[in-house]
Nanobody, 124 residues
Framework: QVHLVESGGGLVQAEGSLRLSCAASGGTFSGYAMGWFRQAPGKEREFVAAISWSDGITSYGDSVKGRFTISRDKAKNTVYLQMNSLKPEDTAVYYC?????????????????WGQGTQVTVSS
């Protein structure tokens, strides 16, 4: 059973940076796509970024392009989300997700496995 655990969330001032980590276990991730989504109170879940585990191809949501970077470390079975130039509107719970079909999808229902989420709060 695939298990995902996020870490690295916290409180940061606007224009600051944070790096989120997602430790993956319980599977062989070659062929998977790994994604980050976020959900703010009262809002729908939003696609943030995705990466192909095998070849590192990436995809980003429009609101984070140029500020966030997704990467993965195959040796550590970990996916990262480097977030720079943070804005108050980036405040949300951030979730890591795994898609066994390998599609860099921006829609949550393509992902079969989800972490518990980590809170990111950006103050103005």
């Amino acid at each position: 059973q695939v298990h995902l655990v996020e870490s690295g969330g916290g409180l940061v001032q606007a224009e600051g940076s944070l790096r989120l980590s997602c430790a993956a276990s319980g599977g062989t991730f070659s062929g998977y796509a790994m994604g980050w989504f976020r959900q703010a109170p009262g809002k729908e879940r939003e696609f943030v970024a995705a990466i192909s585990w095998s070849d590192g191809i990436t995809s980003y949501g429009d609101s984070v392009k140029g500020r966030f970077t997704i990467s993965r470390d195959k040796a550590k079975n970990t996916v990262y989300l480097q977030m720079n130039s943070l804005k108050p509107e980036d405040t949300a719970v951030y979730y890591c997700a795994a898609n066994p079909k390998g599609v860099l999808a921006g829609i949550g229902h393509f992902y079969d496995y989800w972490g518990q989420g980590t809170q990111v709060t950006v103050s103005s």
